[in-house]
């Protein structure tokens, strides 16, 4: 049985970092993209980063760059999501997901989220 599961959310300060997790299994997870994405109450799903199979390239969308660091360790099965100089729009449920591209309509499985929030 397939399974993403998140760690590693909770509460944090405007400035401070956080680095979530996310064990896979139930699939060999060298074979796909993982990435991550956010959901904001009262928003829609929010691509966040990717990563390829390898690890050795990355995508992020334009509001974490520069402040996010994805990355994954293939002999583990997980994948892990560094987050630092957090802002208060950073507020989110984190998930997860496995795709077979970089791109957001290519993913398609999700972990059930862990959340992130941050006080001003």
């Known amino acids: 049985q397939e399974q993403l599961v998140e760690s590693g959310g909770g509460l944090v300060q405007a400035g401070g970092s956080l680095r979530l997790s996310c064990a896979a299994s139930g699939r060999t997870f060298s074979n796909y993209v993982m990435g991550w994405f956010r959901q904001a109450p009262g928003k829609e799903r929010e691509f966040v980063a990717a990563i390829s199979r390898s690890g050795g390239t990355t995508y992020y969308s334009g509001s974490v760059k520069g402040r996010f660091t994805i990355s994954r360790d293939n002999a583990k099965n997980t994948v892990y999501l560094q987050m630092d100089s957090l802002k208060a729009e950073d507020t989110a449920v984190y998930s997860c997901?496995?795709?077979?591209?970089?791109?957001?309509?290519?993913?398609?499985?999700w972990g059930q989220g862990t959340q992130v929030t941050v006080s001003s």
């Open positions: 997901a496995r795709g077979y591209s970089s791109r957001p309509s290519d993913f398609i499985y």
